[in-house]
């Protein structure tokens, strides 16, 4: 029998474990954010580590063609050089999502809060598959998040996946500290992806207290490879699936899901992929929804996500802004006009929706919903004719209404940091405004 014949012959398994025995290779170029190898038998999101003058530095393989491996360093590839032997290694380990709990760790499951080390577990396929969208049980309940605005007129249920949109300087990470603070979660997982490394420590200090017993934290800052901001992502997600699968209710919190997709960026075009809209490959838009649809509600369990996105020029139509609008369950846009008035959170009402709130909250509750985001709307639109004198009480009913309830409407918006609104409560003050329900005994 003939080579070609016995290659045919051979059983998969046999023939893959002759393949694999290809373990170990040498750098043959490095170009830009890439280094290059041959000899080695890789799989996509395999762990190397290249031997340097330095020591050994990790690396992840990215891509392959023929017999050169595409790899992306971990770490500073200081000590570089041509034919520097290549092995791959072991994947790294998830680490004990119980023992996480409370802790800060980096986008390698690593501890970084001085607190000691964290045991390690297996990485599992658990969560990896994809979710049969035919067993995913509907979001019928409601889920509070102790954040008024948010609980009365954008509603979110358990296992909902929202968008947190907002640009630079109108207040994400106060409301997202807001939301990880007062949401009725049983744990909290907290991802920053690719933020500057000064606001972590303040972030945790400032709007976490410190940090939470039933929360993790994973960190990969702005400094981190590319691999390595995603790595931190995928982390983050695999830590909240796992005590989905234990039966508790999860929130998500991943900021930012633009970061998320400026590291597949890069990644893209080092590979050479062609750069469409503000240069994001072809590979970005297949991220996005595969990091999403990872969370949300299941038989045993939920993840209810909350992904903030960042406004560029606070341009809606920005291509993420736009891709994540169309993945997400709901999107949450905080206004810079808003944030400028003195009104926090900024949450913009008539430019948001939760696409479940007609699922989850009562028709009555929903009616002064919809109530509230008209007058607000409409008072908004007319906003520049009425600061100028020009308009006309009488000559449109919904405006005249709109402009006598306009300061009950904005005290409505605006809840200090360090305040909490139940949903019980919300959904009370805003039968209140409308003259429906009883005044609140403080």
């Not at 080390?117 to 396929?125: A, E, N």
């Not at 908004?380 to 009488?394: F, H, K, V």
Request: contains cysteine.
């Amino acid at each position: 029998m003939n080579a070609e014949g016995l290659h045919f012959t051979l059983p998969w398994a046999i023939a893959r474990q002759i393949v694999r025995a290809r373990r170990s290779g040498r750098v043959t170029s490095s170009i830009g954010l890439l280094v290059e190898a041959r000899g080695l038998s890789a799989e996509l999101g395999e762990r190397a580590e290249i031997l340097t003058a330095h020591g050994p530095k990790a690396a992840e393989v990215v891509g392959f063609k023929g017999e050169t491996s595409y790899l992306m360093p971990l770490d500073r590839m200081d000590g570089l050089q041509v034919d520097a032997p290549v092995r791959l290694a072991m994947t790294l380990p998830v680490p004990d999502a119980m023992a996480a709990l409370g802790r800060i760790i980096d986008a390698s499951g690593t501890a970084i809060d001085g607190r000691g080390p964290l045991g390690q577990q297996k990485s599992t396929t658990q969560g990896l598959e994809r979710i049969n969208p035919l067993v995913r049980p509907p979001i019928d309940e409601v889920l509070d998040v102790g954040v008024a605005s948010i609980n009365a007129l954008i509603t979110v249920g358990k296992g909902q996946r929202v968008g947190l949109f907002a640009g630079s300087g109108v207040g994400k990470s106060v409301t997202l500290g807001m939301l990880a603070r007062n949401t009725k979660a049983d744990v909290v997982i907290l991802a920053m992806i690719g933020e500057r490394g000064r606001e972590v420590r303040e972030f945790i200090e400032d709007n976490l207290g410190g940090g939470l017993p039933h929360a993790t934290v994973v960190v990969s800052p702005a400094d981190d490879s590319p691999a390595l901001r995603l790595r931190g992502a995928w982390l983050a997600t695999e830590l909240a699936e796992f005590h989905r699968h234990q039966g508790k209710n999860v929130l998500l919190l991943m900021d930012s899901l633009t970061r998320c997709a400026q590291a597949q960026r890069e990644i893209g075009l080092a590979l050479g992929e062609p750069p469409t809209t503000k240069g994001y490959t072809p590979s970005v838009f297949a991220l996005l929804p595969k990091l999403v649809e990872r969370t949300g509600r299941t038989e045993a369990g939920s993840i209810t996500a909350f992904y903030t996105v960042l406004m560029e020029e606070d341009d809606l139509q920005d291509p993420i802004v736009d891709a994540a609008r169309a993945i997400l369950d709901g999107h949450i846009v905080l206004s810079r006009r808003l944030a400028d008035a003195g009104i926090y959170p900024a949450v913009d009402v008539g430019a948001s929706v939760s696409r479940l709130q007609t699922r989850i909250v009562p028709e009555a509750e929903r009616t002064l919903s919809l109530r509230f985001k008209a007058l607000w709307s409409r008072y908004t639109e007319q906003e520049d004719l009425i600061s100028m004198g020009a308009y006309q009480r009488g000559a449109d009913a919904l405006t005249d209404e709109a402009i006598a309830r306009r300061n009950k409407l904005a005290e409505f918006l605006r809840q200090p940091a360090s305040q909490q609104v139940t949903y019980a409560e919300s959904m009370a003050r805003l039968r209140v405004l409308f003259g429906e329900g009883q005044a609140l005994i403080p």
